[in-house]
């Protein structure tokens, strides 16, 4: 088998980099660069990084910003991209799985691959009154399908982390508050209650996917801020 390290400095106008071991982890060699963003001002954030359990190909999913250095361009804000090798590594292609209209709503979107292969991410994408949860799905990375809603309204839905199993079953976790706002203000957030949900379907597949969503705690797992912003707040 192969393990896989991948690392990135916080320095904009830098990499994402993969190593791989053949050996059980004692010897690593260099591989390719997932993405890079020369650009003096954005950073790009990664979430998941997975292998497909069917064509064995790895991935990794990642906010885009939209400069020059973005495999994507739109008007404004941000998009998720989810880059792929099919050479243990070696080579990467970035493809576009779901373009936000202002910004991501967070600094990590999740990333999963059901045993058909197919793929799927989720994210949170930022509106007026907080965050709204999406998803969408590829059958090979490249090509995905319009974002569909999950979860939407006044609120936040934050850090939402996807599962997938058999073709067309997936669950997605995340922490969610019914208090409108930006989750880094100190002041708006001050009393917001978080839980811990989960969505499940077993028909991601479908035209009109369904999903059961409840609470996976009985009371809230946070008070106050989440913040996106590092260790500010």
């Known amino acids: 088998g192969h393990a896989y390290f991948l690392g990135r400095t916080f320095t904009p106008g830098a990499a994402a980099w993969v190593s791989r071991s ?3 982890g004692k010897t690593w060699v260099a591989q390719g660069n997932p993405w890079i963003n020369p650009s003096a001002g954005e950073e790009n954030q990664d979430g998941p990084f ?3 359990p069917k064509t064995d190909e790895i991935a990794v999913v990642y906010n885009c910003p939209t400069t020059d250095a973005s495999p994507v361009s739109t008007p404004t804000g941000h998009a998720v991209c989810v880059s792929i090798s099919k050479d243990l590594g070696l080579t990467w292609t970035s493809h576009p799985a779901a373009r936000a209209e202002v910004t991501v709503g967070n600094d990590f979107a999740g990333l999963a691959a059901d045993t058909a292969g197919n793929w799927y991410v989720a994210y ?5 009154d907080g965050t709204v949860l999406k998803w ?3 059958p090979d990375g490249g090509r995905w399908t319009e974002p569909k809603i999950l979860v939407e309204g006044p609120g936040n ?3 939402p982390w ?4 058999d073709a067309g079953r997936i669950a ?3 922490y969610g508050t019914e208090t409108p706002g930006n989750t880094n203000d100190q002041t708006a957030m001050k009393s917001a209650k978080w839980d811990l949900k989960i ?3 077993v028909n991601a597949l479908d035209a009109v996917p369904t999903f059961e969503i409840a609470k996976a705690t009985e009371l809230p797992v946070h008070t106050g801020t989440i913040s996106t912003q590092g260790f500010d707040p």
């Not at 949170?124 to 007026?128: D, G, L, V």
């Not at 996807?162 to 199993?165: K, L, T």
């Open 50 to 52: 997975i292998t497909n």
């Open 199 to 201: 969505a499940i379907s």
């Open 22 to 24: 053949d050996d059980g």
């Open 124 to 128: 949170a994408e930022t509106t007026k």
């Open 162 to 165: 996807i599962v997938a199993g």
């Open 172 to 174: 997605i976790a995340w």
């Open 136 to 138: 969408a799905t590829s």
């Open 157 to 159: 839905r934050m850090f």
